[in-house]
Nanobody, 131 residues
Framework: QVQLVESGGGSVRSGDSLRLTCVVSGITLDYYAVGWLRQVPGKEREGISCINTNTDGSTYYADYVKGRFTIFADNVKNLVILQLDTLTPEDKGVYYC???????????????????????WGQGTQVLVSS
């Protein structure tokens, strides 16, 4: 059974950075891609970034985070990092780690349908950004 544990959120000011960590257990990143979702009150969870840890390490980013957020993984430690830089108040929300074994094309599916109902996530970590 997949378990996802997120951490690293916090309350920061506009322009600051945060590093979110997702510790993955129950699966091996060598075989399954992992992504990040963001949820704001009143809206569905949205896929904002994903990394193909199971293939070539290629990544996906939502347009409004490109150039500011970076996703990378440590397949040995089985964790995925989302580095958030140049944060703005619009980036606030609860961030969740997600994966969907045995789907080998998870990142491509997230790219094409970022608001689809994702099937697994952790407890989330909250990001607050003040101006």
């Amino acid at each position: 059974q997949v378990q996802l544990v997120e951490s690293g959120g916090g309350s920061v000011r506009s322009g600051d950075s945060l590093r979110l960590t997702c510790v993955v257990s129950g699966i091996t990143l060598d075989y399954y891609a992992v992504g990040w979702l963001r949820q704001v009150p009143g809206k569905e969870r949205e896929g904002i970034s994903c990394i193909n840890t199971n293939t070539d390490g290629s990544t996906y980013y939502a347009d409004y985070v490109k150039g500011r957020f970076t996703i990378f993984a440590d397949n040995v430690k089985n964790l995925v990092i989302l580095q958030l830089d140049t944060l703005t108040p619009e980036d606030k929300g609860v961030y969740y780690c997600t994966t969907e074994p045995p789907n080998p094309s998870f990142c491509e599916i997230m790219r094409d349908a970022p608001y689809r109902p994702f099937t697994s996530w952790g407890q989330g970590t909250q990001v607050l950004v003040s101006s």
